[in-house]
Nanobody, 122 residues
């Protein structure tokens, strides 16, 4: 499985940015995909995930501001609105093949992209 992120960049607080992940599954069936972020010195955080039935989960920190979507099996999106300085992080696209009993658990994801940097300034 290959995941390639694009987008991100810099924005001022209150602004918006989008992330895109192109998915190459090579025949594997992916059960769930997510956007995971990590800032320096901070643990990884799953900000949003979407499963094969398009059910979504969001971290409280982004609920109401970020939207995860998957228009087709090969493309994952993250729309980020009302950005805050605290949203500054490297954002990773992640995927897994099986269900996990705990939502928003970064350790449950098997496949990872290379990351895209999001920087929000005040």
């Amino acid at each position: 499985v290959k995941l390639v992120e694009s987008g991100g960049g810099s924005a001022q607080a209150g602004g918006s940015l989008n992330l895109t992940c192109v998915v190459s599954a090579y025949g594997r069936k992916l059960y769930q995909m997510a956007w995971v972020r990590q800032a320096p010195g901070v643990e990884r955080e799953v900000v949003a995930e979407i499963d094969i039935d398009l059910r979504t989960n969001y971290a409280d920190s982004v609920k109401g501001r970020f939207i995860i979507s998957q228009i087709d099996p090969n493309t994952l999106y993250l729309e980020m609105n009302s950005l805050r300085v605290g949203d500054t992080a490297m954002y990773y696209c992640a995927a897994k093949e099986s269900r996990f009993p705990v939502v928003l658990h970064p350790g449950s994801y098997t496949y990872w992209g290379q990351g895209a940097l999001v920087t929000v300034s005040s």
